[in-house]
């Protein structure tokens, strides 16, 4: 398995002022995607610098409180999935995954409570 990007993942309730605090930083929008998960639309922004760092930012309504965790693409999903489980992962919603026609993710939390947003890209 090899992680292919690792980066900042913050869900808020209000991406419209988070965007415009990192656009003050100097990052620009890189891409858009909205994925339905449990009946509920989730829109992500991709966001870069000049320097090359990446930072996501994920539109989940109804959150209590805005949640940073490590967003970590690689380029086998299941063989991850099975490392951080035998690592003491846990998956909050048993083993479920988010699937579409481009990506595969989940949530994983530590048993010291730190979470990554696992995910591989489907490529055609």
Known sequence: MKITTFNPLILTKD????????????????????INEDGKD????????ADGFYV??????GLPQDMTIIRMNVDNFDEAYELLKSKG??????????????NKSCMLRSPSGFAFDLCQHIKD
């Open 89 to 102: 992962f846990t998956n909050p919603k048993g083993d479920h995954t988010v699937d579409t026609k481009t």
């Open 56 to 61: 996501d930012i994920a539109q989940v309504d």
């Open 15 to 34: 991406s419209e002022s988070v965007i415009k605090l990192f656009e003050a930083l100097g990052f620009e929008k890189r891409h858009t995607i909205t």
């Open 42 to 49: 989730i829109t992500n922004y991709r966001m870069k610098n």
